[in-house]
């Protein structure tokens, strides 16, 4: 990350030869929990953040399915012990996750390509979405046998209504951007490649209010819905013992398929 005027611009830009985009594992999490402790410092005095992606495919796949995997296959079943992981690896997202959420400075997502699973849930802790046409919006938890685990679907729900999310949690289906802008997931829709142009006007227009007035009415305005995001995480590890996660996560790292997160 690094500061461009009054903005703290974070870049996701880890890309893997066979892997989708942006995925979050380990290692992209300890670089976003580096993130969410800066903010919790005080951003470096920055009035607003940026987030965006340097990888072409797309702004961010979502989890690390494949270490997922193969932590279990390590493991050799799903037992307590690997729940126990799983929830301590959900509790360091949701820590940051919360963090830009609630942080008092104004925060933009720039997206384009894929914005699937875990990678819609770290857009959807921004305040403001900008979109290029490219972008799809997926949950496609459902096919691996779980419900999103970082907290996509409170927050989805404070931002729009109950219907649309239980049609893409239940069905898998993904959006496009035009639709997305439609429902008002994402505010502004934008050309191909335009998207971090535009955020970064946004994130200039938003720093020229003060920043405790700014504050108050973000604290106002977008709430963070703790208590449903402590029963999302224990859902999504109730569900994690079942012998259907592990045989859709085989599936999932043995498929050839181009989008094997699609349903």
């Known amino acids: 990350f690094a500061h461009v005027g009054s903005t703290l611009e974070v870049t996701l830009h880890r890309s893997v030869p066979g892997a989708a985009c942006n995925e979050i594992g380990e290692q992209t999490l300890i670089e976003l929990e580096r993130v969410a402790e800066y903010l919790r410092e005080g951003a470096g005095g920055a009035r607003a953040m940026l987030l965006a992606s340097s990888v072409p495919r797309g702004f961010c796949a979502g989890a690390d399915l494949r270490a997922l995997y193969q932590g279990l296959v390590a493991r050799g079943e799903t037992g307590q012990a690997s729940v126990g992981?799983?929830?301590?690896?959900?509790?360091?997202?949701?820590?940051?996750?919360?963090?830009?959420?609630?942080?008092?400075?104004?925060?933009?997502?720039?997206?384009?390509?894929?914005?699937?699973?875990?990678?819609?849930?770290?857009?959807?802790?921004?305040?403001?979405?900008?979109?290029?046409?490219?972008?799809?919006?997926?949950?496609?938890?459902?096919?691996?046998?779980?419900?999103?685990?970082?907290?996509?679907?409170?927050?989805?729900?404070?931002?729009?209504?109950?219907?649309?999310?239980?049609?893409?949690?239940?069905?898998?289906?993904?959006?496009?951007?035009?639709?997305?802008?439609?429902?008002?997931?994402?505010?502004?829709?934008?050309?191909?490649?335009?998207?971090?142009?535009?955020?970064?006007?946004?994130?200039?227009?938003?720093?020229?209010?003060?920043?405790?007035?700014?504050?108050?009415?973000k604290a106002f305005a977008k709430p963070v819905p703790h208590e449903w995001l402590e029963r999302e995480k224990d859902t999504f590890c109730r569900l994690f013992t079942s012998p259907v996660v592990t045989a859709a996560l085989q599936k999932f790292v043995t498929s050839t398929d181009a989008r094997p997160y699609l349903p």
Do not use: M, W
């Open 85 to 217: 992981e799983v929830r301590a690896f959900l509790d360091r997202i949701h820590r940051v996750f919360d963090t830009f959420d609630a942080t008092p400075i104004t925060t933009i997502a720039a997206v384009h390509g894929v914005v699937f699973g875990g990678g819609f849930e770290l857009a959807l802790t921004c305040d403001v979405l900008v979109a290029d046409k490219t972008a799809r919006f997926c949950f496609p938890e459902l096919r691996l046998g779980l419900v999103p685990g970082f907290g996509g679907i409170p927050r989805l729900a404070r931002d729009v209504g109950n219907a649309v999310v239980r049609d893409l949690l239940f069905t898998g289906r993904s959006l496009n951007a035009q639709r997305a802008y439609a429902l008002g997931i994402v505010s502004q829709l934008v050309a191909p490649g335009e998207a971090p142009f535009v955020a970064r006007k946004v994130a200039e227009q938003a720093a020229r209010f003060d920043s405790d007035t700014a504050a108050a009415a």
